[in-house]
């Protein structure tokens, strides 16, 4: 079946640091979103991406989705400590397929 | 302000007692995920509704979960027996799926605690 992993699992960084976190997936993907889950929260949608090579900035956040439509990236630049959670990416495998599977995960934590 | 509601929101219970968590999608919305959530399992998918209708429920031990829709505004999951090792954080969230775009709306999840 579809996997989708992450890395890294875990990252620490200081305050005003760049953080950046990986998605890979083993099927192409119709579309990739990402979401943020605070700790003891739930899961809250980010943004989607579409396109093969699509590439979308929210304030600090920039968000790339492969040529490939089977890779993505999420950039934080000048991490905040409102920043802190786990990020995750999701996609579902195939065009009117909605099995929305979730990555791995990256824990990001901010030291002050 | 629309929100997905579960409930109940904290579950404790003796292993081999059934489970019932239910969920209440966002009005309008079409697609229904559980999801479980563990440390060392991150956010499994367990299954998937459209339109009420059962798509996949391939990540759920059948021998004991059990997914439904009775209606639109309601989704339940069910274990029965429960073990300790079902013990985790559901999850459930609601989109509105047009063509597999969907953005899911989670719901504040059920923490299940079997002993």
């Known amino acids: 079946g579809q996997q989708v992993m992450q890395i890294p699992q875990y990252q620490h960084v200081q305050e005003g640091e760049d953080f950046t976190t990986y998605c890979n997936s083993s099927?192409?993907?119709?579309?990739i979103q990402w979401y943020k889950q605070r700790p003891g929260g739930h899961p809250v949608f980010l943004i989607q991406l579409v396109k093969s090579g699509e590439v979308k900035k929210q304030k600090r956040l920039t968000f790339q989705f492969g040529e490939a439509k089977k890779n993505s990236s999420l950039h934080i630049t000048a991490t905040q400590t409102t920043d802190v959670g786990t990020y995750f990416c999701a996609g579902p495998p195939g065009f009117g397929n909605e099995k929305l599977t979730f990555g791995t995960g990256t824990r990001l934590t901010i030291i002050p | 302000d629309a929100r997905v509601t579960q409930t109940p929101r904290d579950k404790v219970t003796e292993m081999g007692q059934e489970v019932t968590m239910r969920c209440q999608p966002i009005l309008g919305h079409n697609t229904v995920f559980w999801y479980r959530q563990t440390m060392m399992q991150g956010l499994e998918l367990l299954a998937y509704f459209r339109n009420r209708a059962p798509l996949d429920d391939s990540g759920m031990p059948k021998d004991r979960f059990s997914a439904e829709m009775p209606d639109a505004t309601l989704a339940t999951l069910k274990i029965q027996p429960s073990e300790p090792r079902d013990s985790a954080v559901y999850f459930c969230?609601?989109?509105?799926?047009?063509?597999?775009?969907?953005?899911?709306?989670f719901g504040q999840g059920t923490r299940l605690t079997v002993v």
């Open positions: 969230a609601s989109g509105l799926s047009s063509w597999g775009d969907t953005e899911a709306f």
């Open positions: 099927t192409t993907l119709s579309n």
